[in-house]
């Protein structure tokens, strides 16, 4: 069984693969932004985790309405 997580502390992504082994989750795979994340299993999967942000407004901006 595999996890996966992604997380966006201070905005910087981060993608990990954990899998289960011997009754713990161990890390398989993991990449930050401006690097690649590849994985093989349970399927084919690549990705710079710089993508997951999309091209979101800074708060300030969408705060004022402006945009």
């Not at 966006?8 to 082994?21: D, G, H, K, S, Y």
């Not at 349970?42 to 985790?49: A, G, L, R």
Request: hydrophobic share 45%; glycine share 8%; net charge negative.
């Amino acid at each position: 069984m595999a996890r996966r997580a992604v997380d966006l502390r201070n905005r910087v992504p981060t993608i990990a693969l954990f899998e289960l082994t011997e009754g713990e989750y161990r890390p398989v795979a993991a990449a930050a932004a401006g690097s690649s994340f590849v994985m093989r299993e349970p399927f084919d999967f690549s990705v710079d985790p710089a993508e997951l942000l999309g091209d979101e407004a800074p708060v300030e901006e969408s705060a004022t309405g402006e945009g």
